[in-house]
Nanobody
Framework: QVQLVESGGGLVQPGGSLRLSCAAS????????MGWYRQAPGKERELVAG???????NYADSVKGRFTISRDNAKNTVYLQMNSLKPDDTAVYYC?????????WGQGTQVTVSS
């Protein structure tokens, strides 16, 4: 059974930081590309950051220079370090694992940026 379990969301003030974690089980983790997506109310889900099995990363323009995605293949975990958070970053953040046409999603974790 495949599980992606996110953690680390919460309420933070503008300019603050959060670190999201996604622990994967039931997959050969190092073979999967991992990604973080987000969905704000009334908006479509969008890719925030992705990392290949080999560690190549890509980011949405809106988070470049502020967010960092990383993975620990020994722990089957992918991280998203979010700095200089803005109110526009408020959304439910989802972890995604993808291998060719196969993909899995986590349940999501809420991130709220507000003073």
């Amino acid at each position: 059974q495949v599980q992606l379990v996110e953690s680390g969301g919460g309420l933070v003030q503008p300019g603050g930081s959060l670190r999201l974690s996604c622990a994967a089980s039931g997959i050969s983790f190092r073979g999967y590309a991992m990604g973080w997506y987000r969905q704000a109310p009334g908006k479509e889900r969008e890719l925030v950051a992705g990392i290949s099995g080999g560690g190549i990363t890509n980011y949405a323009d809106s988070v470049k220079g502020r967010f960092t995605i990383s993975r620990d293949n020994a722990k089957n975990t992918v991280y998203l370090q979010m700095n200089s958070l803005k109110p526009d970053d408020t959304a439910v953040y989802y972890c995604n694992a993808r291998l060719s046409l196969i993909q899995y999603w986590g349940q999501g974790t809420q991130v709220t940026v507000s003073s």
